[in-house]
């Protein structure tokens, strides 16, 4: 059974940063859709950015642009997200997912527990 396990979440002052990692466990990276989803309180569900584990293909979400990376390291089956200059309304809970097939075409088919993101004003 594939498990996902996020950490790396906290309390930040705005303009901080922090980086988020996902341990992804029984299954090995191949040509995989896998990346970071969020849900603010109140809101809902809303993908953030995504990575395919072969050829590296990329997905940001218009407000993280410029400002959160995704990266993943096929060696140690882990997924990252380095967040830089963190808002307020980046506040939420981070999950990482894996999508069916090797983009977000289709519906996530693992998703793992969240790692809350609180960033102060």
């Known amino acids: 059974e594939v498990q996902l396990q996020a950490s790396g979440g906290g309390l930040v002052q705005a303009g901080g940063s922090l980086r988020l990692s996902c341990e992804v466990s029984?299954?090995?990276?191949?040509?995989?859709?896998i990346g970071w989803i969020r849900q603010a309180p109140g809101k809902g569900r809303e993908r953030v950015s995504a990575?395919?584990?072969?050829?590296?293909?990329?997905y940001y979400e218009d407000s993280v642009k410029g400002r959160f990376t995704i990266s993943s390291d096929n060696a140690k089956n882990t997924l990252y997200l380095q967040m830089n200059s963190l808002k307020s309304e980046d506040t939420a809970a981070y999950y990482c997912?894996?999508?069916?097939?090797?983009?977000?075409?289709?519906?996530?088919?693992?998703w793992g527990k969240g790692t809350l993101v609180t960033v102060s004003s």
């Open positions: 997912a894996k999508w069916i097939g090797s983009w977000f075409n289709y519906g996530m088919d693992y």
């Open positions: 029984g299954k090995t990276f191949d040509d995989d859709a």
């Open positions: 990575i395919n584990t072969n050829d590296g293909n990329t």
